[in-house]
Every structure is written in structure tokens, then in C-alpha cells.
């Protein structure tokens, strides 16, 4: 039985959001910034990936740039799924663009881990 198209979305947008939260430890100096930073970060992206309000209500250019977040192809596949009732072919891209970011994430952090940039004890 192949996986539901809502359990790829679930687990590819927290792969992202750990790898994101991964990043942001390495670029902080210490617990704290890395706990502010992330809850900035996380309000961001759920911002403007519209988590908390419709990309449909937001001006133009918002509109444009809410794809820039990686909640807002979480969300575009989650209401599809749960309004039209989608299944993983009808999601393809924002899946795809899902996999984009995660697999972005995970060379940069490879790489910054490789370079040996962590957080300072």
C-alpha cells in the first residue's frame, strides 16, 4: 500500500524544519540566540507560508514572495489534501518543491558540519 500523500507532506516538512533548526544552531553563539532566533525564524516562515492567515489575503508582492517558505507548500499540499481530496500525484509539485528545500538544507548543513562551524560552549 503506498504511503498517504498527508504522511509524505508530514514528514518532508519536518525534515525541513529540523534541518532549518540544525542551521540555526550553527550560526548561533549560544542556547538562548538559538532558541530566539528559532522562534523568530519559525513565525516567519509560518507567516508568510500562510500557516496563520490566507497567501490569498496578502498584497501582491507577499503573494509572490510566500513562496519563498517552505510552510507555504506544506500548506498548499495540506488543504488540497484535506479540501479536494488529493492524492500524491495532485500534490507533485509542492511535494517536489518540499524535497527541494530539504535536500538544499541538507547539503548546506553537511557542508557547514564538514567546515566545522558549531555552536561555541
Same mark, same amino acid.
Given at each position: 500500500?503506498?504511503?498517504?500523500?498527508?504522511?509524505?507532506?508530514?514528514?518532508?516538512?519536518?525534515?525541513?524544519?529540523?534541518?532549518?533548526?540544525?542551521?540555526?544552531?550553527?550560526?548561533?553563539?549560544?542556547?538562548?540566540?538559538?532558541?530566539?532566533?528559532?522562534?523568530?525564524?519559525?513565525?516567519? !516562515? #509560518?507567516?508568510?507560508?500562510?500557516?496563520? +492567515?490566507?497567501?490569498?489575503? *496578502?498584497?501582491?508582492?507577499?503573494?509572490? $514572495? %510566500? /513562496? =519563498?517558505?517552505?510552510?507555504?507548500?506544506?500548506?498548499?499540499?495540506?488543504?488540497?489534501?484535506?479540501?479536494?481530496?488529493?492524492? !500524491? #500525484?495532485?500534490?507533485?509539485?509542492?511535494? +517536489?518543491?518540499?524535497?527541494? *528545500?530539504?535536500?538544499?538544507?541538507?547539503? $548546506? %548543513? /553537511? =557542508?557547514?558540519?564538514?567546515?566545522?562551524?558549531?555552536?561555541?560552549?
Amino acid at each position: 500500500m503506498p504511503p498517504s500523500a498527508l504522511t509524505v507532506v508530514f514528514l518532508l516538512t519536518c525534515g525541513v524544519l529540523t534541518l532549518v533548526g540544525l542551521l540555526n544552531d550553527f550560526w548561533s553563539s549560544t542556547e538562548e540566540m538559538a532558541m530566539s532566533l528559532n522562534n523568530i525564524l519559525g513565525m516567519l !516562515l #509560518a507567516g508568510i507560508g500562510g500557516a496563520l +492567515s490566507p497567501v490569498s489575503g *496578502f498584497p501582491g508582492w507577499a503573494q509572490h $514572495l %510566500a /513562496a =519563498v517558505s517552505p510552510v507555504y507548500w506544506a500548506m498548499d499540499a495540506i488543504g488540497a489534501i484535506n479540501f479536494d481530496s488529493a492524492d !500524491l #500525484a495532485a500534490v507533485r509539485s509542492d511535494i +517536489s518543491a518540499l524535497l527541494a *528545500f530539504l535536500l538544499a538544507l541538507a547539503v $548546506l %548543513a /553537511a =557542508v557547514l558540519f564538514k567546515r566545522g562551524i558549531q555552536r561555541k560552549e
